[in-house]
């Protein structure tokens, strides 16, 4: 599984944006998921309270893999999605930053902010989480069989660990 | 398709075993190693009867949908008295595996190389490395072929590292 957390706060993430930005959120459904980044859920509550704060959100659009280009290509080009992909100017992938490559060069005409940092493989767990094991180089990092708990290291590393928005109580 | 691997040699995995003491169970993950071709419910089959064959003993197969998430081998049953575990998947299933043993003196057998991250195109079937671990750094850009793990020599996902990976 990549582990991969948040570069920013919510608050950091609107600097990059523009009110008058026809923004599409688009998530990958597999590693980024489990660290509770993205997925269908935690892109619907960040789109809704960008919504609240003024901001166009044009389509939350979802895909298995992003890491795939064949797969982030067919929205850029099959009939059911071409048209709002067009009409986009700004594209935030909730992904890992092998999804994030693939959406800078699948939609290389638009503004795609990187929002996401990617620190290595590791392991998911219900009780603890994503747990980081195996680190890239840039993590200043370790190889931990059993794993740092992203919240322990997110300072280390510059990150924020879990969501943009906290999911709304019902 | 996250994590890009390459397979370690039979010969090499068989050093790590011994055939007059180890009772051996192996794991597998069937997710990104498949698609590399290095592993999967198949060919840890594969590899468990080979071991047999050539006098090891296999007293456990444990196939997983995905080995990097903790609880699937977490709550699979593996026989008490294994001393060895074969583990077919990347790195972060190596580790999952030594989570599940940490307070045993079982033996964790590798048998892929784990080599970075990658993306993927269907339509070339093909893997580049995009993010490798620092062992590996010199082969950042490479091409692989999906499902069967072979290396090509040439480039045809026109995507761009950035400094840094």
Known sequence: ???????????????????????????????????????????????????????????????????????????????????????????????????????????????????????????????????????????????????????????????????????KKP | MVCLSESIPYEEIIKNLNKEKDRIALVCCNSCVRFCGTASVELMYETAEKLKKDGFKVVDTVPTTCLCIKDYLANATVSDDVTAVVVCACDAGVCSTEMKFKDSDVKIVETVKTLGLILGDRRNGRFKLMMPFEEYEDLAGKEWQMMSGKRLEDEQIDIHIEEGH
């Open chain 1, 1 to 167: 599984m990549i582990i991969s957390m948040r570069r920013f706060t919510y608050e950091e993430l609107l600097t990059h944006l523009s009110k008058d930005d026809k923004i599409i959120l688009f998530t990958c459904n597999s590693c980024i998921k489990f660290c509770e980044v993205g997925g269908r859920a935690h892109q619907h509550d960040l789109a809704e309270q960008l919504r609240a704060d003024g901001y166009n959100v044009i389509r939350e659009e979802l895909v298995g893999v992003q890491c795939m280009v064949d797969l982030v290509e067919q929205r850029k080009t099959e009939d059911a999605t071409k048209d709002i992909f067009a009409e986009a100017t700004v594209i935030i992938p909730l992904a890992c930053e092998d999804g994030f490559e693939v959406m800078k060069h699948v939609f290389s005409d638009k503004k795609v902010i990187s929002v996401t940092k990617t620190l290595g493989i590791g392991v998911i767990s219900t009780e603890d989480g994503p747990l980081l094991t195996t680190p890239l180089r840039s993590t200043g990092l370790t190889r931990n069989p059993m794993g740092y708990p992203v919240a322990e290291i997110a300072e280390k590393v510059g990150c924020y660990p879990g969501p943009y928005c906290e999911p």
